[in-house]
């Protein structure tokens, strides 16, 4: 029953760090995904992957790598954190590449 | 993938039904309306979507105009718990060569009160 998780949950890390977002999904969906949430643009592709070892850029893609190695995980690296990746980060899980999207809790990344 | 326009905040009295209009003139033939919500510091969750017909689900139901330039996103009986932020988003559908994103705009922030 665990679905999708994300971890941390809250990250504070300073300027120039690397930093990586994990994102664990239990369905084996194929298709997962990666957003950010600032006020004032909502959320925002940054990467996605429809399989292991297949990924493609979102919206927003500057200054992140993805990596997907097993179907199950897909983690986030800020290979070196600035100001303005401070946000919320949102993985989501698809079935397939049309059907509704499942969304983890999110991590609140502070970058300072 | 066609933009969406939705009021920014809507009350509703618990127990009565929410009506959440989005207009998305601009539509083509092979793009979804799909719903989602937030409610606040979680994850979007989806709602429902469709093509054409009006559709139902255990949470909601969606009503979109014969000329598919609007629709409606209806919670039957509000509780406070639907207090959250609607998303209404327009998505490419099949044969389409373009990822399956889902674009967000800024929503409708609901507000259920007793």
């Known amino acids: 029953d665990a679905g999708i998780t994300q971890s941390p949950r809250y990250k504070i890390t300073e300027t120039g760090r690397q930093v990586t977002l994990m994102c664990h999904q239990t369905?084996?969906?194929?298709?997962m995904f990666w957003y950010r949430q600032d006020l004032g643009h909502g959320l925002r592709l940054i990467y996605y992957?429809?399989?292991?070892?297949?990924?493609d850029k979102g919206e927003v893609p500057d200054g992140y790598v993805v990596s997907r190695s097993k179907t199950e995980n897909f983690p986030l690296t800020l290979e070196s954190a600035t100001r303005s990746q401070t946000s919320v980060y949102f993985c989501?899980?698809?079935?397939?590449?049309?059907?509704?999207?499942?969304f983890g809790p999110g991590t609140r990344l502070t970058v300072t | 993938d066609a933009k969406t326009t939705q009021p920014p905040s809507m009350d509703c009295a618990e127990g009565r039904a929410a009506n959440l209009p989005c207009n998305h003139s601009?539509?083509?033939?092979?793009?979804?309306v799909y719903w989602y919500r937030q409610i606040h510091s979680q994850g979007p969750q989806y709602i429902i979507h469709?093509?054409?017909n009006n559709e139902t689900n255990e949470m909601a139901s969606l009503i979109i105009t014969e000329d598919r330039k609007s629709s409606t996103l209806i919670l039957p009986h509000a509780t406070l718990r639907d207090t959250a932020v609607y998303y209404c988003?327009?998505?490419?559908?099949?044969?389409?060569?373009?990822?399956?994103?889902?674009?967000f705009g800024t929503g409708t922030r609901l507000q259920v009160t007793l």
């Open positions: 988003i327009v998505r490419a559908g099949l044969n389409t060569g373009t990822a399956s994103k889902l674009t």
């Open positions: 469709g093509l054409k």
């Open positions: 601009t539509i083509s033939g092979n793009e979804y």
């Open positions: 369905w084996s969906h194929s298709y």
């Open positions: 992957s429809a399989a292991a070892d297949i990924t």
């Open positions: 989501a899980s698809s079935e397939s590449r049309f059907g509704e999207q499942y």
